[in-house]
């Protein structure tokens, strides 16, 4: 069964059209990528799962609830967390403050307990901690914690990126190019924390990438778009073979 279902989905900007009847559908535990040249609809979709787009037509269903007119924040409360293409960080906050930020969500206490620090506060301040340092340690960044991010190079805030949509838990995570910009070291580096996120903590990916060979390599399932419009699915070697997926990237068919 589909952990997430996209139905339908029409996204239009006037007379733009920027997805036209785009279904997909995410299974649980995968990792599902989707492609596509400039301009195709990528992010476009994943700006629709995650809330920040509604839909013009169409349905998203996660597990059984409809996403379809949420808002971000309902939905990352539901469990899809997402890193964006363009880092959404506080350059001026260290790493881990930018890491505890993100668990704010989880701070559910009252206005008096946190004026004094006790009790109920003080229990839920510490498991937001430990879970926090526990995504430090797994995404490798204990040489960084303290460290301003807009100190950092760009391979590792795009590293505290993913981190800080990690500590929100998912169940889903949607990643826009998290390799977009990097060398080739930082890229394998990256993957390697992909396939770890996807087998060590049970987490399903949804991965919106460039770099084919990567795409290629790692993923279960793979969905093409090209000017809003579904166009291919399937396998790595079935989207690999699709005529209209090589037409859509070298202009031949």
């Not at 013009?56 to 890193?83: F, N």
């Not at 991010?149 to 993913?162: A, F, I, M, P, R």
């Amino acid at each position: 069964m589909a952990q997430l279902n996209v139905s339908d989905v029409t996204l239009s900007f006037g007379g733009l059209k920027a997805l036209s009847n785009v279904n997909m559908e995410i299974e649980p535990g995968l990792i599902t990528s989707i492609i596509g040249p400039n301009g195709a609809g990528k992010t476009s979709m994943l700006n629709c799962i995650s809330g920040f787009y509604h839909p013009t037509q169409g349905e998203i269903y996660y597990k059984d609830k409809k996403l379809t007119h949420s808002s971000p924040h309902q939905v990352s409360s539901m469990g899809i967390a997402r890193a964006f293409q363009n880092l959404e960080l506080f350059s001026g906050l260290s790493v881990l403050d930018n890491l505890l930020l993100a668990r704010h969500q989880n701070l559910n206490y009252s206005f008096l307990h946190a004026v004094f620090f006790f009790g109920k506060a003080s229990r839920v301040e510490a498991e937001n901690r430990g879970y926090v340092e526990s995504i430090i340690d797994f995404m490798e960044l204990e040489p960084y914690r303290n460290s301003l991010v807009g100190n950092l190079s760009y391979g590792v805030q795009k590293k505290v990126e993913v981190a800080r949509a990690l500590t929100l838990a998912p169940d889903i995570l949607l990643l826009d190019e998290p390799m977009a910009g990097m060398n080739q070291e930082e890229k394998e580096d990256i993957v390697r924390f992909i396939l770890d996120i996807q087998k060590e903590r049970y987490i399903t990916v949804v991965l919106v990438e460039h770099d084919l060979g990567v795409v290629m390599d790692i993923s279960d399932r793979i969905y093409v778009l090209d000017f809003g419009q579904l166009i291919g699915s399937g396998t790595p070697e079935e989207v690999a073979s699709n005529p209209k997926v090589i037409e859509a990237y070298i202009g031949e068919e």
